[in-house]
C-alpha cells in the first residue's frame, strides 16, 4: 500500500525548478525546511480509505498521497503574494506529472482530490496537493 510513496519520489526528481530535490514528509518541519535549498517538494501518505470490500477474495484500497511544495519568497512576506507566485508554475508542474500517471502495474492512475489548506508564515509558504492512488488486494486463502 505504501509503494507509490518512491515511484511518485523519482517521477517528480527531475522536476524543472525544484533546486531543493525531494524529501519525505519526516523531513517537514518549520526548523529542518528552513536548513533546505528550495523550492522542494515533500511526499507522504495522509492513510487510506476503503473503497470496494464487496468481494470476499480482494479489497479495493486508495491511498492518499500528500505532495507538499515548499517555497520561500521574501517579497511581500506579511502579504504572501511573491511565495504565492512562486509556488503557482511549480504547482502546474506536479499536477502535469502525476495527473492520471500509473505508478505501477497493479496500481491505478493516480487521481487529485481535495488537499489541506495551504500554511504560509514570513516568506515560507508551504502548498499541499494530494492525489489518491487505488490498489485493489487480494485476500490470501479467499483465491
Known sequence: MLDAETL??????????????VHGMGELSR????GKRLPAVFIG???YRVVDARS????GIASRWLVVLVVRHV????GGTG????VSALARAVMRRLYRWQPAPGLQPLAPQEAPAPQYRDGLLLFPMAFDCVELIEIEGTT
Open 45 to 47: 501518505t495522509q492513510g
Open 75 to 78: 517579497a511581500d512576506v506579511a
Open 83 to 86: 511565495a504565492r507566485a512562486s
Open 31 to 34: 526548523d529542518a525546511v528552513l
Open 8 to 21: 511518485i519520489a523519482e517521477r517528480l526528481a527531475d522536476l524543472p525548478g525544484l533546486s531543493g530535490g
Open 56 to 59: 470476499p477474495g480482494a479489497v
